[in-house]
T-cell receptor
Framework: DGGITQSPKYLFRKEGQNVTLSCEQN?????MYWYRQDPGQGLRLIYY???????QKGDIAEGYSVSREKKESFPLTVTSAQKNPTAFYLC????????????FGDGTRLSIL | GQQVMQIPQYQHVQEGEDFTTYCNSS?????IQWYKQRPGGHPVFLIQ?????EVKKQKRLTFQFGEAKKNSSLHITATQTTDVGTYFC??????????FGTGTSLTVIP
């Protein structure tokens, strides 16, 4: 089955620690996205990538970093500079340019120890 | 970012009652997509509206796009407990960037 795999499902971060959330897709989609979702709130865009080796900041990129070395993979690093990282993180992908639906992974729930 | 406001933020209905959520923008929307997120799950695409005044139906769900393409609505007739979740609208911007509304959380009381 084609889809998006996010891992881990739950992640705990210690103060001052960087953590990396994995996102892999086998849908052959060009564009990939990272969103943050806080309780009772919508999806806020962190970073997105239209093609390999290229990515753009979203509305809340501070304290996060990404890479897109392969079409299938778009890992997100939550750095120690992100002071309030506790949230639900969703990865998504979309085929082509415009007017296509986004496909989402199951998400990673990140908490602070 | 873009300004896509969604109301209400929360809605509690008795099973069998109707439900409507609205998505409003101060600017003209190129198109609008609707997603549903079940509790503990991830958003799932429901439908896309592109044309001015467009109306689409999926069983008990009716989706509308305003004539001026500045608003959209999702109406559920005779809600069921399976309708529980958060409904999001999303605008697709130039460059394949998506901007999501804040969502409407629907609770259906049996």
């Amino acid at each position: 089955d084609g889809g998006i795999t996010q891992s881990p499902k739950y992640l705990f971060r210690k103060e001052g620690q960087n953590v990396t959330l994995s996102c892999e897709q086998n849908l052959n989609h060009d564009a990939m996205y990272w969103y943050r979702q806080d309780p009772g709130q919508g999806l806020r865009l962190i970073y997105y990538s239209q093609i390999v080796n290229d990515f753009q900041k979203g509305d809340i990129a501070e304290g996060y970093s990404v890479s897109r070395e392969k079409k299938e993979s778009f890992p997100l690093t939550v750095t120690s500079a992100q002071k309030n990282p506790t949230a639900f993180y969703l990865c998504a992908s979309v085929q082509g340019a415009g007017n296509q639906p986004q496909h989402f992974g199951d998400g990673t729930r990140l908490s602070i120890l | 970012g873009q300004q896509v406001m969604q109301i209400p933020q929360y809605q509690h209905v008795q099973e069998g009652e109707d439900f409507t959520t609205y998505c409003n923008s101060s600017t003209t929307l190129s198109n609008i997509q609707w997603y549903k997120q079940r509790p503990g799950g991830h958003p799932v695409f429901l439908i896309q509206l592109v044309k001015s005044g467009e109306v689409k139906k999926q069983k008990r769900l009716t989706f509308q796009f305003g004539e001026a393409k500045k608003n959209s609505s999702l109406h559920i007739t005779a809600t069921q407990t399976t309708d529980v979740g958060t409904y999001f609208c999303a605008e697709v911007l130039t460059g394949n960037q998506f901007y999501f509304g804040t969502g409407t959380s629907l609770t259906v009381i049996p």
